[in-house]
């Protein structure tokens, strides 16, 4: 069956940087999105951006300029690099696949068929 699993959370101080993976197995995934997601404690899951199988990248603008997004297609890997992270940036990062028929869905949750399990995030001051 379709599993993905992150990896590469952490502690971390302010300013610093994490690169999280998502590897995606029991699929075909090039002309999926790849999301990723994060629910700070106390809040709902939010979006933090996405790739689409063009490679084509959109953030929130929250993290827009500090966390890059990548895919490695024939590896159905996806990356998060996160630099310049701030302690508002703690939280549990989902990576989410999908067949969005559009990019404008990039955001919405709904729209993504698989997740993954989360990997905790958490950057200290």
């Known amino acids: 069956q379709v599993q993905l699993v992150e990896s590469g959370g952490g502690v971390v101080q302010a300013g610093g940087s994490l690169r999280l993976s998502c590897a995606a197995s029991?699929?075909?995934?090039?002309?999926?999105?790849m999301g990723w997601f994060r629910r700070a404690p106390g809040k709902e899951r939010e979006s933090v951006g996405a790739?689409?199988?063009?490679?084509?990248?959109y953030y929130a603008d929250s993290v827009k300029g500090r966390f890059t997004i990548s895919r490695d297609t024939a590896k159905n890997t996806a990356f998060l690099q996160m630099n310049s992270l701030k302690p508002e940036d703690t939280a549990v990062y989902y990576c989410?696949?999908?067949?969005?028929?559009?990019?404008?869905?990039?955001?919405?949750?709904?729209?993504?068929?698989?997740w993954g399990q989360g990997t905790q995030v958490t950057v200290s001051s």
């Open positions: 989410a696949a999908g067949p969005l028929g559009t990019f404008r869905l990039w955001g919405t949750q709904s729209a993504y068929n698989y």
């Open positions: 029991g699929g075909t995934f090039s002309r999926y999105t």
């Open positions: 790739i689409i199988w063009t490679g084509a990248t």
